[in-house]
């Protein structure tokens, strides 16, 4: 989502923030929409990053927006899956091949604030949010893990342990580190907690280039609202009752963790 939008908000000043009408349930934005717009019309975007799973606008008057896309929010250059459910457009200064980019939200879930720099610190400095799971070496793995005996699969979903893996994700990132997501955190050994590091590395990674997942529902989008192509790449998620494609013997299992389903295969994650 960031990589798409990226070249084409960067350093580019904003002209016109605008409300698209819906009568859609309304997303959480702060402060309220007049003032929201108001803060930024006229600013220019000097980056856009990620934050966990956050995207984030700074502004050169200091502020950043932080939108936070939940179940179904997108940031689109073009094509939405329909205009029911646009809701903020950003009208960017200068002539490019796409001169605005509109957040879009089926489900409402999503929210979008702005911060002071104080506050975006106290919110998601590093005692409200964890280091991002790209830069995570196996000494941090290791520290952070022995803090805690829960199930490892749930510790991967807490953002202030590691921020940035969803639940799809750490599925598939313990089955490729041949884990069993039931295992006590602190209670993985150094050749485990080794390949965590590796197989969060490369998932993550290869589901960046490819742009996401895509599933049945068709939610998730890429900025130019085409699919993603890392669903093709899945070996456990969704796949529940069928053949492991890794070993050719085991059956994928589903089970409910925390509320979140997990997918695994019991011969490869012993």
Avoid at 223 to 232: E, K, P
Wanted: aromatic share 8%; proline share 5%; hydrophobic share 35%.
């Amino acid at each position: 989502m960031v990589r798409g939008i990226r070249p084409f908000m960067a350093n580019r000043r904003i002209l016109a923030v605008k409300e698209c009408p819906t009568h859609c349930r309304p997303i959480s934005i702060s402060p309220v929409f007049k003032r929201f717009a108001k803060a930024m019309i006229g600013q220019t975007v000097t980056a856009v990053r990620r934050l966990g799973k956050r995207v984030v606008l700074d502004l050169s008057n200091l502020t950043s927006v932080v939108i936070e896309p939940r179940m179904t929010g997108l940031m689109l250059l073009a094509n939405p899956p329909d205009v029911e459910h646009l809701r903020i457009e950003w009208q960017l200064e200068g002539t490019r091949e796409y001169n605005s980019i509109w957040f879009w939200d089926r489900r409402g879930l999503g929210t979008i604030r702005l911060y002071q720099p104080a506050e975006l610190e106290q919110v998601y400095g590093p005692a409200a949010l964890g280091p991002d799971a790209l830069d995570f070496t196996s000494d941090h793995w290791r520290e952070r893990l022995t803090q805690t005996s829960r199930a490892i699969k749930v510790a991967l979903l807490d953002q202030k342990l590691v921020a940035g893996i969803g639940n799809l994700y750490a599925s598939e990132i313990l089955h490729v580190a041949g884990i069993d997501p039931r295992r006590s955190s602190k209670k993985l050994t150094k050749p485990q907690v080794q390949r965590l590091a590796q197989a969060t590395k490369a998932v993550l990674e290869l589901a960046i280039e490819y742009e996401g997942s895509t599933l049945g529902d068709g939610t998730y989008r890429n900025a130019l609202s085409q699919s993603g192509r890392y669903q093709n790449e899945h070996r456990v998620y969704m796949r529940h009752d069928q053949t492991c494609p890794t070993c050719g013997i085991g059956i994928i299992v589903r089970l409910v963790q925390a509320q979140r389903s997990t997918f695994y295969c019991p011969k490869c994650q012993r």
